[in-house]
């Protein structure tokens, strides 16, 4: 086999092609070192395209952007969409597994086969069919403000109307050390408002009081 | 000005090498989305000289190995030796900051700088600076085992010997909850050895324990 349909590059070298697709579930011979080179050129890919595509972002945009493309579940949908699943060799025990194993193992070979495209045929090459894979998820690009934790949002909210910035007070932490539940009030001196998030950690109940928040001031409902 | 000594690069546009040296203290011309480019060229321009160069290492030494030349510290050396500070720009308020501040500012700088080459001068150009600015610790790269961390290469050095796992036991955790002190037990049923090892949270007091069993065991002094 020297190519997979969807993907627009033929492989002067088979052998590179019958590795990404070979899970280390199979053994010695698998697609982890190829992993490891294809997630670094994904990276730099779409890095590159996004420079170039948002030149009004901040570098704290543009990393949360990339974050949004390379990320497992976006590669998970993107190799499903070519059927990659169909071409992934696989060893005795992992035939059975599903779910979250099985989306990590078409991302992971979906960048192992970037790799083996950059091995085979350079870096012009693997750029392209990169462009060419990626096109569905840089087309819906979400706004890069939606990207932000809430209370980034919310802080740079207040900044921008010149109002005081929000206050965080632990109300409670109850529970075995191992299960604490914390209770969080967020409130702001002079933007009206004082409400509450709950959260396995005092980090993430402050998360879910700011998000509350933006939704008291904004009738926002992004988390 | 169009280049710097001791970085084989002419900038066709000047402009570029300017913002590349451009802290962000100075206001809106900057160097960090220079920095965010740069961060993942070099990323990846790494990533395939140790796939080529270290063909019997897998995908977690790779990681590794490349965290080593991509830290902050390693790119903050290699713009000292650059004398990179000479030409770096600061805001006023940034002028008087040292220590830490700078050595992040001079590998920030480093990175925005094969960012700006890329752009001005394509992928192939940058990669060959890069080459050339890395090679120094290219040449010095420690031994892929001496990056893993104590409990990895304890759990390691047992399995290869053919004895018991190590395992932890949390012998105390004192202190307020803002400044606990964990105590850990590490000993394997088979391999002669109980210590301890203490910290600030349960993982690190851990990783004390298992560097305690490695010296007990292998007279090792690497933590």
């Keep these: ?20 697709l070979s899970h280390r579930s199979l053994g010695r ?17 779409v890095s590159a395209r996004l420079f170039e595509l948002k030149t009004t972002e901040d570098e704290g945009d543009l990393s949360r952007l990339r974050a949004r493309v390379v990320r497992g579940e976006t590669l998970a949908e993107l190799a499903n969409g070519l059927k990659l699943g169909d071409y992934i060799k696989l060893g005795e025990g ?11 193992i078409l991302a992971d070979a979906l960048e192992a086969l970037m790799g083996a495209i950059y091995l085979d045929g350079g870096f012009a090459s693997c750029e392209k069919v990169i462009g060419h894979v990626i096109a569905p998820v840089m087309q819906n690009l979400p706004d890069a403000a939606e990207l932000k934790d809430p209370k ?14 929000p206050e965080y007070h632990l109300l409670s932490d ?6 604490k539940n914390f209770l969080v009030q967020c409130s702001s001196e002079n933007a009206g408002f004082s409400v509450t998030g709950e959260g396995r950690s005092r980090r993430k109940a402050e998360q879910v009081a700011a998000a509350a928040a933006l939704q008291f001031i904004l009738g926002d409902t992004k988390k």
Tied chains: 1, 2.
């Design 1 to 20: 086999m020297r190519e997979i349909p969807g993907i627009p590059y033929r492989f002067k070298d088979p052998d590179l092609l019958t590795q990404a």
């Design 29 to 45: 011979f698998n697609n982890e070192r190829l992993e490891f080179l294809g997630d670094s050129i994904l990276n730099f890919v």
């Design 94 to 104: 992992e035939l059975k597994s599903g779910g979250y194993r099985r989306k990590s």
């Design 152 to 165: 980034t949002r919310l802080q740079e909210y207040l900044q921008g109307e010149g109002l005081a910035l």
């Design 174 to 179: 109850e529970g075995p050390p191992h299960r």
